[in-house]
Every structure is written in C-alpha cells, then in structure tokens.
C-alpha cells in the first residue's frame, strides 16, 4: 500500500523558513518523480514545483521566484521542499505527490499525472 506522509508545517512569520518533508511508503521511491502542491483556503490547488525521480531536473511555479528548493533522498525515501523568505501568501496545506516515471522523464507538472498523495501539512505565515 502507497503513503506518502507529510511533515515539517506549522506556524511561522513572514520571511521565516520552513523545511516539508514527504516519506514514501509501499513504492519504490527512485521510480517515482515526486511533486508538490499547495491549496490555500478558498482557492483552488495548485503546483508548487517537482523533481524527477534521479533528482537530476526541477521545475518551479513561477509565484516561488527562487525562494523554494525541492530536493529527494532516494537511500532514504524522503522528498523535501525547503520554503524561504515566506510570506502570508504561502499559507496553504501543502501535498507530496508521487508519479511512476521513467529514467528520462522530465519533472511531472500536472496534477492528473500524479497516481499518488499525501494528506498534507499545514503551513501558516503570519504578517
């Protein structure tokens, strides 16, 4: 059975970091090209940035204009997205998203390509 869990949300102040974290269960971690997400409160969900399953290419939404860094640990099963400079506009629930890749495919970008997710975590950015 495929979970993924995310951690690492809470609450934090504007221009505050955050690390997420996103552990794979029930999959074989260096097949997937992992991606995450983000909804915030009355808006609709949307793509945050991925990272193909070597780790090798990123993509970013272009509202993380440099501040967030996806990264994986295949040894480990671990995906990451490290958020600076936040702002009150990055509150959402964050989502890890798995999809089965093949060694040369670029980075997933749309959700519908992802076969698996987690619950999410919260993060809160205060003014």
């Known amino acids: 059975q495929v979970q993924l869990v995310e951690s690492g949300g809470g609450l934090v102040q504007a221009g505050d970091s955050l690390r997420l974290s996103c552990a794979a269960s029930?999959?074989?971690?260096?097949?997937?090209?992992m991606g995450w997400f983000r909804r915030a409160p009355g808006k609709e969900r949307e793509f945050v940035g991925s990272?193909?399953?070597?780790?090798?290419?990123?993509i970013y939404a272009d509202f993380v204009q440099g501040r967030f860094a996806i990264s994986r640990d295949n040894a480990k099963k671990t995906l990451y997205l490290q958020m600076n400079s936040l702002s009150p506009e990055d509150t959402a629930t964050y989502y890890c998203?798995?999809?089965?890749?093949?060694?040369?495919?670029?980075?997933?970008?749309?959700?519908?390509?992802?076969?698996?997710w987690g619950q999410g975590t919260q993060v809160t950015v205060s003014s």
């Open positions: 990272i193909s399953r070597s780790g090798g290419s990123t």
């Open positions: 029930g999959v074989t971690f260096s097949m997937y090209g």
């Open positions: 998203a798995a999809r089965l890749s093949t060694a040369t495919a670029q980075p997933p970008r749309w959700a519908a390509e992802f076969q698996h």
